[in-house]
């Protein structure tokens, strides 16, 4: 049986409301695909804990973690991801590109024009559906 990997993802808004979303790059899995930074939760560790952690490696900043947008199990060829994704906003820093090929901010009538990870399609149909 595949097992299944947990991830977390921050839906992280800025104050007009636009979204941060980030580009896969070459050195990571999923390349060219863009996604909701976050990653892998540890051992006794909560979605909210592994979100902050994350995005202070990935993006180097701060981030307060809001509630939850959408959990999902989706399957690829070779894994099964449970996606839990959450509403965030920034605390302190500036995201930048420390892992991503590119960071983008983008309003959420715009995010369907990315090609997004497949697992991340039922958060931006939720984000559309609270528009
Ligand atoms: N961080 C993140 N990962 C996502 C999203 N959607 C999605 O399918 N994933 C997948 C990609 C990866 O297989 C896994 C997250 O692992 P990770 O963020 O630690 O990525 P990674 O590059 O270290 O993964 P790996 O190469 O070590 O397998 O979940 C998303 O929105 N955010």
């Known amino acids: 049986m595949t097992k299944t990997i947990h991830v977390a993802g921050a839906v992280i808004r800025n104050q007009d409301g636009y979204v941060l979303c ?3 790059s070459r050195t990571m ?4 695909l ?3 930074p976050g990653g892998k939760l540890e051992a006794e560790e909560t979605a909210e804990q592994c979100l902050v952690r994350e995005i202070e490696e990935e993006l180097g900043c701060i ?3 809001g509630r939850l947008i959408a959990d999902v199990v989706h399957e690829y060829p070779t894994i099964r991801v449970r996606l839990v994704t959450y509403e965030s ?3 302190s820093g500036t995201p930048a590109a420390r ?3 590119r960071l983008i901010w983008l309003p959420v009538n715009r995010l369907t024009e990315l090609e997004w990870a497949p697992a991340d399609l039922p958060t931006v149909d939720a984000l559309i559906t609270m528009i």
């Open 22 to 24: 980030a580009l896969r």
């Open 99 to 101: 892992e991503h090929e």
């Open 34 to 36: 863009w996604e909701f």
């Open 63 to 65: 981030i307060q973690v």
């Open 89 to 91: 906003s920034l605390a």
């Open 29 to 32: 899995s999923m390349p060219g």
